[in-house]
């Protein structure tokens, strides 16, 4: 009996050791589940702290989107546009200038300034304009009526048929580079 007092003692020591270590596994674990737990709340708020900075920017930059409004922007793009053209045009008159120039010192006219059929200069006004044909050769109106038949113009240079009735020759592209050179 005595020996069986003992081993309950033992046995119950030994109980209640392992009640300590479970109750300091348990806290450590309870400890351990509040860390990542909190460590959880905490990524999240960055992250819904990051979600709103996104947030705001996008705000702001659809105010300052919304602030430029579409009349201005029109009113830029066509002040714009005027100050291009304004030096497109000094810059061609420049350019004419200087051909005038080498055409006087030269004593006649460039060659693409004029008809290479006719060698009439091309001008504004239709009789001599200057018409593109489909394979890219450029010819005076006049000429350009004098080679049409029913099929079209048998271009003089390459022979490709640029297919246009008589009637609609002036429909044809006129080369305005040829004219503002």
């Not at 596994?25 to 351990?32: G, I, M, S």
């Not at 055409?103 to 300034?113: F, T």
């Not at 009735?165 to 592209?173: E, G, Q």
Request: glycine share 2%; charged share 40%; with cysteine.
């Amino acid at each position: 009996m005595e020996h069986r007092r003992v081993v309950m003692e033992e046995l119950m020591d030994k109980i209640n050791v392992l009640r300590r270590e479970f109750g300091d596994t348990n806290a450590r674990l309870t400890e351990d589940v509040e860390f990542a737990t909190n460590k959880n709340i905490k990524l999240e708020r960055e992250k819904k702290g990051r979600i709103l900075e996104i947030m705001r920017k996008d705000q702001k930059i659809l105010r300052l989107q919304a602030s430029v409004s579409d009349e201005k922007i029109e009113k830029f793009i066509e002040k714009e546009h005027k100050k291009t053209d304004v030096l497109h045009k000094s810059i061609m008159e420049a350019h004419k200038e200087i051909l005038i120039r080498q055409e006087e010192q030269d004593g006649e006219l460039k060659p693409w300034r004029k008809c290479r059929i006719c060698f009439e200069e091309y001008e504004e006004e239709l009789e001599h304009s200057p018409q593109v044909l489909e394979c890219g050769h450029t010819v005076c109106y006049r000429c350009l009526w004098k080679m049409a038949d029913p099929d079209g113009v048998l271009c003089p240079f390459d022979r490709i048929t640029t297919i246009c009735r008589k009637r609609n020759l002036r429909l044809l592209l006129k080369n305005f580079a040829v004219l503002q050179m």
